[in-house]
């Protein structure tokens, strides 16, 4: 038993309800007051370094959840398992947060290699990965700025992956990507706060990310939205360590061997 049974099906919420919950956490770091003493950057960086405004980004980002909307529909449609009478048999628990580790490996192993070939490819990089990078200050509402291609290639692919490898049901991938568009948001939240419980568990974090979108690492710090292992297998792992600003927040500062 779920809230929203009844009310909407699990597909539904499955297409709508992570466009829902992007909009009010990257609303939520929007309305924050400036909080500089905990910002990985200042506001004037943010201002002067990136090029993009944000009624652009805003434009983007809807643009390409108008395309993972569709898709996801459509995956939806053609994967139920509802019995002649609508309803689903869920898997129990256990199997449930199986799938969901099964989902989160996955969805790293196709967003590392997909953004890693990104970079490296100059013709793709040029034309397509530096739209992201436009916002070399990262900030919570621009974490799904995308070129189109890009959207549909990393993060609606990658997504769909996910939910057909691991064999969740529509019920749990609201689970899921829900959470992935949370962690998503947070890591370029440009903001670290205490008690932050993404950056108490995952190495893989705002400053982590915060890393790749500096110029001396965008060759590293490829992994997202959940664990560095792929980083840290082939070796475009960045090690940083954050350090007090003297006018107040954070610096992420490379460690140099």
Not at 145 to 155: I, K, R, T
Not at 190 to 211: K, V
Not at 219 to 225: C, E, F, H, L
Request: include cysteine; charge should be neutral.
């Amino acid at each position: 038993m779920v809230f929203w049974e009844g009310y909407a099906s699990d597909e539904a919420m499955g297409t709508f309800a992570p466009i829902v919950v992007y909009w009010l956490y990257a609303g939520f770091y929007q309305v924050l007051p400036p909080l500089e003493n905990y910002r990985l950057h200042t506001r004037k960086e943010e201002e002067e370094r990136n090029l993009v405004p944000l009624r652009s980004v805003v434009k983007g980002v809807l643009l390409q959840q108008l395309v993972q909307a569709t898709v996801a529909h459509g995956l939806f449609l053609v994967t139920s398992q509802a019995s002649s009478s609508g309803v689903t048999l869920q898997p129990s628990l256990a199997v449930q947060i199986l799938q969901i580790a099964i989902a989160m490996l996955v969805m790293d192993t196709w967003q590392y290699f997909v953004h890693r070939y990104m970079h490296q490819n100059k013709f793709l990089y040029r034309h397509i990965h530096s739209q992201h990078h436009r916002l070399v200050v990262p900030y919570a509402i621009g974490a799904l700025y995308n070129h189109p291609l890009e959207g549909l290639l990393l993060d609606t692919f990658g997504g769909a992956i996910s939910f057909l490898v691991s064999g969740m049901t529509a019920r749990t991938a609201v689970i899921f990507f829900c959470f992935a568009v949370i962690k998503t948001v947070d890591d370029h939240c440009g903001l670290w706060l205490p008690g932050n419980i993404f950056h108490l568990f995952f190495q893989n974090n705002t400053a982590y990310h915060d890393i790749h979108h500096q110029l001396q690492g965008t060759k590293y710090n490829y992994s997202q939205p959940f664990f560095p292992i792929w980083d840290k297998f082939l070796g475009t792992h960045m090690p940083y360590r954050l350090v007090k600003r003297a006018e107040g927040g954070f610096e992420a500062r490379v460690v140099k061997d």
